[in-house]
Protein backbone atom coordinates (compact mmCIF):
# COMPACT_ATOMS: atom_id res chain seq x y z
CA UNK A 1 0.00 0.00 0.00
CA UNK A 2 1.81 3.32 -1.22
CA UNK A 3 1.68 5.89 1.72
CA UNK A 4 1.12 9.57 0.76
CA UNK A 5 2.95 12.19 2.31
CA UNK A 6 0.76 14.50 4.82
CA UNK A 7 -0.91 17.71 4.20
CA UNK A 8 1.33 20.27 5.55
CA UNK A 9 -0.34 23.30 7.12
CA UNK A 10 0.67 26.47 8.05
CA UNK A 11 -1.59 28.18 10.45
CA UNK A 12 -1.96 32.34 10.97
CA UNK A 13 -4.00 33.45 13.80
CA UNK A 14 -2.79 35.77 16.84
CA UNK A 15 -4.62 33.94 19.44
CA UNK A 16 -1.83 31.16 21.36
CA UNK A 17 -4.48 29.01 22.24
CA UNK A 18 -6.69 29.34 19.03
CA UNK A 19 -3.31 28.18 17.54
CA UNK A 20 -2.84 24.84 20.12
CA UNK A 21 -6.31 24.09 19.84
CA UNK A 22 -6.36 23.77 15.88
CA UNK A 23 -2.76 22.53 16.11
CA UNK A 24 -4.21 19.31 18.23
CA UNK A 25 -6.91 18.92 15.81
CA UNK A 26 -4.56 18.94 12.53
CA UNK A 27 -1.54 16.76 14.47
CA UNK A 28 -4.27 14.22 15.21
CA UNK A 29 -5.29 13.17 11.54
CA UNK A 30 -3.21 10.59 10.11
CA UNK A 31 -3.01 12.64 6.54
CA UNK A 32 -1.74 16.21 8.44
CA UNK A 33 0.73 17.95 10.15
CA UNK A 34 1.88 21.24 11.73
CA UNK A 35 4.51 22.54 9.11
CA UNK A 36 4.37 26.32 10.72
CA UNK A 37 2.80 28.59 12.80
CA UNK A 38 2.33 32.83 13.28
CA UNK A 39 0.77 35.60 14.74
CA UNK A 40 0.48 37.31 11.28
CA UNK A 41 2.33 40.45 9.63
CA UNK A 42 4.73 40.96 6.62
CA UNK A 43 7.14 37.67 8.12
CA UNK A 44 4.11 35.32 7.02
CA UNK A 45 5.74 35.06 3.30
CA UNK A 46 9.29 34.29 4.68
CA UNK A 47 7.46 31.49 6.69
CA UNK A 48 5.66 30.44 3.84
CA UNK A 49 8.61 30.00 1.73
CA UNK A 50 10.77 28.72 4.38
CA UNK A 51 7.88 25.49 4.91
CA UNK A 52 6.41 25.02 2.06
CA UNK A 53 2.96 24.01 3.46
CA UNK A 54 0.20 22.51 1.24
CA UNK A 55 -2.11 24.67 3.45
CA UNK A 56 -2.80 27.67 4.74
CA UNK A 57 -5.23 28.26 7.95
CA UNK A 58 -5.25 32.08 7.50
CA UNK A 59 -7.28 34.04 10.71
CA UNK A 60 -9.51 36.79 8.98
CA UNK A 61 -9.02 39.62 11.46
CA UNK A 62 -5.14 39.64 13.16
CA UNK A 63 -4.31 42.42 15.40
CA UNK A 64 -3.71 45.33 13.24
CA UNK A 65 -4.10 43.42 10.43
CA UNK A 66 -6.11 41.44 7.67
CA UNK A 67 -5.95 37.98 6.61
CA UNK A 68 -7.38 39.07 3.30
CA UNK A 69 -4.20 41.56 2.91
CA UNK A 70 -1.78 38.61 3.95
CA UNK A 71 -3.49 36.19 1.57
CA UNK A 72 -3.03 38.60 -0.92
CA UNK A 73 0.61 38.87 0.14
CA UNK A 74 1.27 35.01 -0.35
CA UNK A 75 -0.37 34.74 -3.24
CA UNK A 76 1.53 37.20 -4.96
CA UNK A 77 4.94 35.93 -4.05
CA UNK A 78 3.31 32.34 -4.48
CA UNK A 79 0.76 31.91 -6.85
CA UNK A 80 0.28 28.67 -6.40
CA UNK A 81 -0.50 28.74 -2.34
CA UNK A 82 -3.74 27.04 -1.24
CA UNK A 83 -4.92 29.25 1.60
CA UNK A 84 -8.57 28.84 3.76
CA UNK A 85 -9.58 31.79 5.90
CA UNK A 86 -11.22 30.87 8.94
CA UNK A 87 -12.79 33.86 11.11
CA UNK A 88 -15.80 34.61 14.16
CA UNK A 89 -16.81 36.78 11.52
CA UNK A 90 -19.85 36.25 8.71
CA UNK A 91 -19.76 39.31 6.91
CA UNK A 92 -20.57 39.85 3.57
CA UNK A 93 -17.80 41.72 2.88
CA UNK A 94 -15.08 40.24 4.79
CA UNK A 95 -15.56 36.70 2.73
CA UNK A 96 -15.71 38.73 -0.59
CA UNK A 97 -12.37 40.56 0.49
CA UNK A 98 -10.86 37.15 1.49
CA UNK A 99 -11.68 35.44 -1.76
CA UNK A 100 -11.43 38.39 -4.34
CA UNK A 101 -7.94 38.29 -2.60
CA UNK A 102 -6.77 34.50 -3.49
CA UNK A 103 -8.16 32.40 -0.59
CA UNK A 104 -9.51 29.07 -2.22
CA UNK A 105 -12.27 28.97 1.00
CA UNK A 106 -13.53 30.57 3.93
CA UNK A 107 -15.19 29.19 7.29
CA UNK A 108 -16.60 30.74 10.31
CA UNK A 109 -14.90 29.14 13.55
CA UNK A 110 -17.77 28.21 14.81
CA UNK A 111 -17.20 24.83 12.42
CA UNK A 112 -17.36 21.65 13.59
CA UNK A 113 -13.96 19.82 13.71
CA UNK A 114 -14.81 17.26 11.10
CA UNK A 115 -15.74 20.04 8.67
CA UNK A 116 -12.81 22.18 9.32
CA UNK A 117 -10.53 18.61 8.56
CA UNK A 118 -12.52 17.91 5.21
CA UNK A 119 -11.90 21.35 3.81
CA UNK A 120 -8.34 21.54 4.51
CA UNK A 121 -8.36 18.40 2.37
CA UNK A 122 -10.89 19.54 -0.45
CA UNK A 123 -8.28 23.00 -0.85
CA UNK A 124 -4.96 20.65 -0.80
CA UNK A 125 -7.13 18.89 -3.55
CA UNK A 126 -7.26 22.33 -5.33
CA UNK A 127 -11.22 22.90 -4.97
CA UNK A 128 -12.67 25.49 -3.73
CA UNK A 129 -14.67 24.93 -0.41
CA UNK A 130 -17.48 27.08 1.28
CA UNK A 131 -19.64 26.12 3.04
CA UNK A 132 -23.69 26.56 2.30
CA UNK A 133 -23.71 29.50 5.43
CA UNK A 134 -21.01 31.41 3.22
CA UNK A 135 -22.21 31.03 0.15
CA UNK A 136 -25.71 32.22 1.85
CA UNK A 137 -23.94 35.12 3.04
CA UNK A 138 -22.47 36.09 -0.42
CA UNK A 139 -25.76 35.65 -2.09
CA UNK A 140 -27.79 37.76 0.23
CA UNK A 141 -26.23 40.81 -1.40
CA UNK A 142 -24.20 39.59 -4.64
CA UNK A 143 -26.86 41.68 -6.44
CA UNK A 144 -26.00 45.31 -4.75
CA UNK A 145 -23.70 47.88 -5.93
CA UNK A 146 -20.42 47.77 -4.09
CA UNK A 147 -19.75 50.68 -2.17
CA UNK A 148 -17.08 53.49 -3.37
CA UNK A 149 -14.14 54.62 -1.43
CA UNK A 150 -15.83 57.86 0.08
CA UNK A 151 -18.94 55.64 0.59
CA UNK A 152 -17.07 52.90 2.75
CA UNK A 153 -14.93 56.12 4.75
CA UNK A 154 -18.68 57.70 5.51
CA UNK A 155 -20.14 54.55 6.71
CA UNK A 156 -17.27 53.86 8.90
CA UNK A 157 -17.40 57.59 10.47
CA UNK A 158 -21.37 56.93 11.13
CA UNK A 159 -20.34 53.96 13.28
CA UNK A 160 -18.32 56.92 15.21
CA UNK A 161 -21.52 58.68 15.80
CA UNK A 162 -20.98 61.47 13.58
CA UNK A 163 -23.26 64.19 12.28
CA UNK A 164 -23.02 65.98 8.84
CA UNK A 165 -21.30 68.73 9.75
CA UNK A 166 -18.80 66.76 11.59
CA UNK A 167 -18.56 63.90 8.18
CA UNK A 168 -18.21 66.77 5.82
CA UNK A 169 -15.38 68.61 8.21
CA UNK A 170 -13.20 64.78 8.50
CA UNK A 171 -13.98 64.33 4.43
CA UNK A 172 -13.28 67.99 3.36
CA UNK A 173 -16.24 68.41 1.29
CA UNK A 174 -19.62 71.08 1.80
CA UNK A 175 -22.69 69.32 4.00
CA UNK A 176 -24.42 69.19 1.02
CA UNK A 177 -22.08 66.62 -0.81
CA UNK A 178 -22.31 64.31 2.28
CA UNK A 179 -26.19 64.84 1.88
CA UNK A 180 -25.66 63.01 -1.85
CA UNK A 181 -22.94 60.24 -0.78
CA UNK A 182 -25.89 59.27 2.47
CA UNK A 183 -28.36 59.32 -0.20
CA UNK A 184 -26.43 56.75 -2.59
CA UNK A 185 -24.96 54.65 0.27
CA UNK A 186 -28.54 54.30 1.84
CA UNK A 187 -29.88 52.86 -1.58
CA UNK A 188 -27.37 50.72 -1.91
CA UNK A 189 -27.72 49.22 1.85
CA UNK A 190 -31.40 48.97 1.44
CA UNK A 191 -31.86 51.10 4.23
CA UNK A 192 -33.48 54.52 5.37
CA UNK A 193 -31.75 56.34 8.19
CA UNK A 194 -28.23 56.49 9.66
CA UNK A 195 -29.00 53.71 12.14
CA UNK A 196 -29.94 51.32 10.18
CA UNK A 197 -27.13 52.06 8.03
CA UNK A 198 -24.62 51.41 10.62
CA UNK A 199 -26.04 48.01 11.47
CA UNK A 200 -26.47 47.15 8.58
CA UNK A 201 -22.80 48.22 7.88
CA UNK A 202 -21.85 45.83 11.26
CA UNK A 203 -23.58 43.12 10.05
CA UNK A 204 -21.70 42.86 6.49
CA UNK A 205 -18.58 43.19 7.43
CA UNK A 206 -17.65 46.83 6.22
CA UNK A 207 -17.91 48.49 10.03
CA UNK A 208 -15.15 47.15 12.36
CA UNK A 209 -16.37 46.83 15.47
CA UNK A 210 -13.27 46.43 18.68
Not at 23 to 30: E, L, S, Y
Request: charged share 30%.
Amino acid sequence: MTKHPLIKVMVVDDHPLVRVGIATVINQQPDMTIAAESDGGERVVELYREHRPDVVLMDQRLRGDSGSRLTGLIRTAFPEARILVISNYDGDEDIHQALSRGAMGYLFKSVVEDELIDAIREINAGRQYLPQGVSARLDENRSGAPLTQREDELLELLGKGMRNRELGEVLGVAEDTIKTHLKSLFRKLAVSDRAEAVRQGVRRGFIRLP
